[in-house]
């Protein structure tokens, strides 16, 4: 199969109410495209990390009341799973596509993510692109521009992950809807190896 790009309807899934009908739809219209992505981009995310990594797309398996409020799909060097390592994940709100480099609570790297981070902050911060977002909650769409980090910011996402143990860090790209909807295939694929690209550098901090 072919990767396509995400169009208005697939954004749209996010509004259907219900926790059943929105993973019908969900299953039906986008779960498709995140696994055509993710094959179709797996042996570049392995190359470029030198080593095998593996496509895991969202279930959702452990919703029972609520409806998800986005869906992805993360590369990970362990074919049993990818909440426990560092990965690389594409997936959507109903406002944005996100491009992003992800530790999440499960994860024990997050600790040797922090100490690697500390040591390089200034060369990192210089790297990154301005428009480029952290976050400390995947659940949450917010997020702060690169941009807009201060030192005291940094700081505090540091000591968070060193010291609460469901702290998590999340960096990288978010497309805005309407930008997203525009992209073809291939643009959407160029443009996802580019951002984990300039993201690779957080990746190998976290080993």
Known sequence: MTVTGFKDQD?????????????????ERVRPKLETLGAELAPYVSALVGEEMFVHVAKHARRTVNPPIDTWVAWAA???????????????FGTHLFVIFAIIYESPNK??????????????????PKHFYWSMDHMNPAGTPHQDMSEEDFT??????KQVKKAEVMCGLRIPREEAVKLEGDELVQKV?????TLLPLYKMAF
Do not use: C, W
């Not at 926790?19 to 739809?25: G, K, P, Q, T, Y």
């Not at 190896?193 to 690209?197: I, L, S, V, Y």
């Open 156 to 161: 505090r996402l540091i000591d968070k992950l």
């Open 78 to 92: 362990s074919k049993r799973g990818y909440k426990a390592l560092p990965h690389f994940e594409v997936g959507m």
């Open 111 to 128: 600790t040797v993510f922090a100490g690697n981070l500390e040591a390089k902050l200034k060369k990192t911060a210089k790297a990154l």
């Open 193 to 197: 190896q580019e951002t984990f690209e």
């Open 11 to 27: 954004f749209d899934v996010f509004s259907v109410p219900g926790l059943e009908a929105r993973m019908e739809v969900l299953i």
